[in-house]
């Protein structure tokens, strides 16, 4: 019998990577996820790759009754990985409460489930955001958190000390909260990605739809930076390995194998990329060559940040395997999908 795993914000991008994964490692895949950010054809993609069309409910997990009710009706959830979240950092600025109440009462609900309908673990999507701008590079999880430049990167910290305090206060929950750096790509099949909707903040989907022609010109913040080449540095790693890390992560607790009943670990390459690299690294990839100019800083950025994988390396066996061309020739595949270009 297959071992039940529920997957929120299952049809967004990380999401339904990790979806394909958890099914071609024999999981059972429930999916719970509004439809704020995705689409449920996201669903018959998955099919396409897997031949298996996970369980779906659409419904707010926000709402602590509607969550209640779905798992009073599905039994026997071995585990949870929870991707349902808002996330655009720009966004949270300008709506701090959404992003506190959406990011922040999901976890809530769902923690009050799992202690209520003795669901034991629960895999957390945070993020290297909760590092701020560090003092030392490469960041171990022992870095200090700081306070984030976002209201975003805040419900992350907040969340991943929920999360902490709750299992502290209920221990027979058992938690990890993985720290993604910055996931970028594809799965090589191109039938599901990152969805583009409306003008991109990050950088990748913003080089990919400059290379489609739907953008005029990248523009690159900053090149005064403390770098080699004067452009900001960051970790990118391909969401299959990213969605790949999950599975053992889930695999980890399941079979009781964690040290802790809450454990962190940063999830990256290892490897700091500069925004110049990234655009040379796209035209050398793909042939394609990028349109762009070297514009002022974007507030809120930090300088430089990649990851300390030493932990995740030797704890939980796990390493990204693709490289930065495969990784950018599958975003580059995933756009010429979206857009129909051959
Ligand atoms: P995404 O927006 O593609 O996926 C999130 C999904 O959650 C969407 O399908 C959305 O519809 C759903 N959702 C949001 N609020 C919900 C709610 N209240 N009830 C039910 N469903 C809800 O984002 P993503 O890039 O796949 O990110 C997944 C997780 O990883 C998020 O928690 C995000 O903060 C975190 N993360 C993302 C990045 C990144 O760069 N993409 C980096 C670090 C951490
Ligand atoms: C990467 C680099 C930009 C766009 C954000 C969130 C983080 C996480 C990942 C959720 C930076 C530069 C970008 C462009 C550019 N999301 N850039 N031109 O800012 O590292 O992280 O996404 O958890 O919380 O903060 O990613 O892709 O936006 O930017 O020059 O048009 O590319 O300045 O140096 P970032 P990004």
Known sequence: ???????????????????????????????????????????????KITGIKPYFEQFDLADQKKTDDFFQRNSGIEAIIHFAAS????????????YYRNNLVTMMNLLECQIKYGVRNIVF????????????????????????????????????????????????????????????????????????????????PFITQTAAGIREE??????????????????????VDLAKAHVVAIKRLLNGDNKKNYEVFNLGTGNGVSVLEMVKGFEKATGVKLNYKIVGRRA????????????????????????LEETLSSAWKWEKHVRGIK
């Not at 080449?229 to 960051?234: E, K, M, N, P, V």
């Not at 940040?305 to 030493?310: F, M, R």
């Open 87 to 98: 996330k655009a950092v720009g966004e949270s600025v300008e709506k701090p409460l959404l």
């Open 125 to 204: 999507s945070s993020s290297c955001t909760v590092y701020g701008q560090p003092n030392k590079l490469p960041v171990t999880e022992e870095t200090p958190r700081k306070d984030a430049e976002s209201p975003y990167g805040n419900t992350k910290r907040v969340n991943e000390d929920i999360l902490h305090d709750t299992i502290f206060a209920n221990p027979q929950l058992c938690g990890i909260a993985l720290r993604y750096f910055n996931p970028v790509g594809a799965h090589p099949s191109a039938l599901i990605g990152e969805l583009p909707l409306g003008v991109p903040q990050n950088l990748v």
């Open 300 to 323: 809120g950025d930090i300088e430089k940040i990649w990851a300390d994988t030493t932990f995740a390396n030797q704890e939980l066996g796990w390493k990204a395997e693709k490289n």
């Open 218 to 239: 990248l523009k690159v913040f900053g090149d005064d930076y403390d770098t080699p080449d004067g452009s900001a540095i960051r970790d990118y790693i391909h969401v």
């Open 1 to 47: 019998m297959s071992k039940k795993i529920l997957v929120t914000g299952g049809t967004g991008y990380i999401g339904s990577h990790t979806v394909v994964e958890l099914q071609e490692s024999g999981y059972e895949v429930l999916v719970v996820d509004n439809l704020s950010n995705s689409s449920i054809e996201v669903l018959d993609s998955i099919e």
